[in-house]
């Protein structure tokens, strides 16, 4: 991804079902290998599914256990069980961390969507998440 300018980047809707390991991207079905959770009242979703879909990309340091977040001219770095992150170098603090579930890494789906540009919508009678840019 370009860290230039956010310009050129996919508009997309993406859904996740608590619980289901597919998501839909534009209308179209596509398997996850792992399910998003809410935990103590966070949503917490494999974040390299969403950011394909929206032009970005996303690293791990499995020796620091830093994931590094990519979309346009935004660089988000989160460490594994830390509250504090970097946003573009600056260091914010946020209410939850990012978390592993069966040697998967799991990050607060608000957080890193909203640090990004994209909006994030719950419905509640269908435990369904709604991203989109």
């Not at 289901?20 to 792992?34: C, F, L, P, R």
């Not at 994931?67 to 660089?75: D, F, N, W």
Request: zero cysteines; aromatic letters at 4%; proline letters at 5%.
């Amino acid at each position: 991804p370009s860290l230039s300018s956010d310009a050129g980047l996919p508009d997309a809707t993406v859904t996740m079902t608590m619980g289901q390991k597919s998501m839909t991207v534009n209308g179209t079905k596509k398997a996850i290998d792992v399910t998003p959770l809410i935990k103590n009242g966070s949503t917490y979703v494999p974040i390299r599914y969403v950011l394909d879909a929206f032009g970005g990309g996303a690293g791990w340091n499995a020796a620091a256990k830093r994931i590094m977040v990519l979309r346009g001219s935004k660089v988000l770095d989160l460490t594994l069980g830390n509250k504090e992150f970097l946003l573009n170098g600056k260091r914010q603090s946020a209410e939850v961390a990012p978390l592993s579930l069966n040697g998967r890494t799991l990050v607060p789906l608000r957080l890193v969507s909203e640090q990004l540009g994209l909006s994030v919508k719950w419905a509640q009678e269908t435990k369904t998440v709604t991203i989109e840019s």
